[in-house]
Nanobody, 126 residues
């Protein structure tokens, strides 16, 4: 499995960005997908996740109401729409794929994810 994230960049506070992750190498709709982020000097934290069909989504509290995750199983892509961005959203954002996720709590656990993309940097200026 290979994951290629794109869409990061520099944006002013209050602005929007749209991250995309291209999945290849296996059957996309066999995997739950997630986005995590890592700020300098901090651990990699959960941002959002979506189940294999797209019928269920999960968000970390800091991004609820501002970010939206979606997937297109025909194009093997997962997208993170980020609105009302804040300086504290500045981080490298990683997409990840998990083949065996059943419990809701597991969607937010990075150790449950099997494959990771290379990351894309999002910088939000104040």
């Amino acid at each position: 499995v290979q994951l290629q994230a794109s869409g990061g960049g520099l944006v002013q506070a209050g602005g929007s960005l749209r991250l995309s992750c291209q999945f290849s190498g296996h059957t996309f709709n066999s995997y739950a997908m997630g986005w995590f982020r890592q700020a300098p000097g901090k651990e990699r934290d959960f941002v959002a996740a979506i189940n294999w069909s797209g019928s269920s989504t999960y968000y970390a509290d800091p991004v609820k109401g501002r970010f939206a995750i979606s997937r297109d199983n025909g194009k093997n892509t997962v997208t993170l729409q980020m609105n009302s961005l804040k300086p504290e959203d500045t981080a490298v954002y990683y997409c990840a794929a998990a083949q065996w996720v059943s419990r809701v709590i597991d969607y937010g656990r990075k150790e449950r994810y099997d494959y990771w993309g290379q990351g894309t940097l999002v910088t939000v200026s104040s």
